[in-house]
Nanobody, 122 residues
């Protein structure tokens, strides 16, 4: 069974950068599309980005396009989210998640990490 663990969150000033990591175990990461989600206090969880299992296609929410970059290293069983030009509204708990191995970025996630806190504040 796929298990996911996020890391790399923290406190950063507006305009700064962070790189989040999503490490997989229990199943090869290359079998799964991987998405990043976030949830701010008092708000619903929203999808941020996703990278496909097959051809590495990437998808981004409009709010992060041009600032965030998702990538995967199947050899390291890790997916990354490089976040640049961070804004206070990027604050929240960031989760990585994966659909079943047959799924794509359009399918509901079945596996979730525990989340990592990102706080953008001066």
């Amino acid at each position: 069974q796929l298990q996911l663990v996020e890391s790399g969150g923290g406190l950063v000033q507006p305009g700064g950068s962070l790189r989040l990591s999503c490490a997989a175990s229990g199943s090869p990461l290359g079998y799964h599309a991987i998405g990043w989600f976030r949830q701010a206090p008092g708000k619903e969880r929203e999808g941020v980005s996703c990278i496909s299992r097959s051809d590495g296609s990437t998808y981004y929410a409009d709010s992060v396009k041009g600032r965030f970059t998702i990538s995967r290293d199947n050899a390291e069983n890790t997916v990354y989210l490089q976040m640049n030009s961070l804004k206070p509204e990027d604050t929240g708990v960031y989760y990585c998640a994966a659909p079943p191995s047959w799924g794509t970025c359009s399918h509901e996630a079945e596996y979730w990490g525990q989340g990592t806190q990102v706080t953008v504040s001066s």
